[in-house]
T-cell receptor, first 115, second 113 residues
Framework: GAGVSQSPSNKVTEKGKDVELRCDPI?????LYWYRQSLGQGLEFLIY????????KSGLPSDRFSAERTGGSVSTLTIQRTQQEDSAVYLC?????????????FGPGTRLTVL | GESVGLHLPTLSVQEGDNSIINCAYS??????FIWYKQESGKGPQFIID?????DKRQGQRVTVLLNKTVKHLSLQIAATQPGDSAVYFC????????????FGKGTLLTVNP
């Protein structure tokens, strides 16, 4: 079946502009995650959605970052007033939280470049 | 070993050799561990996982070993192929969290033909 998809694949923006990144999880997966990966680094947790529960936003680096998940499926990560340090690859993952395991399946990421 | 700044640990092997990639995890309360493979320009791809009630798990050409005493995880790849060239990340479930994963900085594996 189809995996996690993200759009756009690349985004170049000017400092101070707002950007929206989209994630389509695997159909039927109830959990959705956003991560950030800076050049040559591991993945940094940003936010987690599970069903209708309140999201865990503990990884968001500042109040310029927000995310929502509509209808329990598609999610949008919004970065307001972008800064150069926001440049990174933003990865989305989903999981089905079945059987006590939580294997997360990742999308290809959105490479964000802030000029 | 662990990386510093932008410099990833690297491992270079010859095609057909076995590879061993090591990872030191941070939280003794973590009870679920995963290895991911990330090729250039792609998202991480699940390889194999292991729970803390096991010390070894085998998949197709891959084996994960877990040593909880020293908080060490390793990934063994048998008969390494050029297609195995990638960055490999270990991840732990953040001290037993149901969902939050903490990732290591990764190891770059290069397979020479």
């Amino acid at each position: 079946g189809a995996g996690v998809s993200q759009s756009p694949s690349n985004k170049v923006t000017e400092k101070g502009k707002d950007v929206e990144l989209r994630c389509d999880p695997i159909s039927g997966h109830t959990a959705l995650y956003w991560y950030r990966q800076s050049l040559g680094q591991g993945l940094e947790f940003l936010i987690y959605f599970q069903g209708n529960s309140a999201p865990d936003k503990s990884g968001l680096p500042s109040d310029r970052f927000s995310a929502e998940r509509t209808g329990g499926s598609v999610s949008t990560l919004t970065i307001q007033r972008t800064q150069q340090e926001d440049s990174a690859v933003y990865l989305c993952a989903s999981s089905d939280r079945q059987g006590g395991t939580d294997t997360q399946y990742f999308g290809p990421g959105t490479r964000l470049t802030v000029l | 070993g662990e990386s510093v700044g932008l410099h990833l640990p690297t491992l270079s092997v010859q095609e057909g050799d076995n590879s061993i990639i090591n990872c030191a995890y941070s939280n003794s309360a973590s009870d679920y561990f995963i290895w991911y493979k990330q090729e250039s320009g792609k998202g991480p791809q699940f390889i194999i996982d292991i729970r803390s009630n096991m010390d070894k798990r085998q998949g197709q050409r891959v084996t994960v070993l877990l040593n909880k005493t020293v908080k060490h995880l390793s990934l063994q790849i048998a008969a390494t192929q050029p297609g195995d060239s990638a960055v490999y990340f270990c991840a732990e479930n953040s001290g037993g969290s149901n969902y939050k994963l903490t990732f290591g900085k990764g190891t770059l594996l290069t397979v020479n033909p």
